[in-house]
């Protein structure tokens, strides 16, 4: 079982940033790659980013040149440096497995984007 917790969300003016946290334990062993996802009332999870073990990543295109993945194994904690935040950046961000795993799922954290 893999437990994540994420960190870091909250209210910030369009154009501001924000660093989110994803905080794994558990059978960290067993993760290859991290995502980072995001939900919108009425809308399905979608993933934005994900960061394999060996660090190579990919990005949804709304947030590419945006948003910065990146991991610190020895703190199993995987990271979304999020910049020139925009008004349809609003959401609830999850972090899980890539693939996901339906029980991993965590409460998320809420990210509002808005002057």
Same mark, same amino acid.
């Given at each position: 079982q893999v437990q994540l917790v994420e960190s870091g969300g909250g209210l910030v003016q369009p154009g501001g940033s924000l660093r989110l946290s994803c905080a794994a334990s558990g059978s960290t062993g067993r993760i290859n790659a991290i995502?980072?996802? %995001? #939900?919108?009332? =009425?809308? #399905? /999870?979608?993933?934005?980013? /994900?960061?394999?073990? *060996? =660090?190579?990543? +990919?990005?949804?295109?709304?947030?590419? *040149? %945006?948003?910065?993945?990146?991991?610190? +194994?020895a703190k199993n904690t995987v990271y979304l440096q999020m910049m020139s935040l925009r008004p349809e950046d609003t959401a609830v961000y999850y972090c899980n497995t890539y693939p996901f795993l339906a029980a991993s799922w965590g409460q998320g954290t809420q990210v509002t984007v808005s002057s």
């Open positions: 995502g980072w996802y %995001r #939900q919108t009332p =009425g809308k #399905q /999870r979608v993933l934005v980013a /994900r960061i394999s073990t *060996g =660090g190579s990543t +990919n990005y949804a295109d709304s947030v590419k *040149g %945006r948003f910065t993945i990146s991991r610190d +194994n």
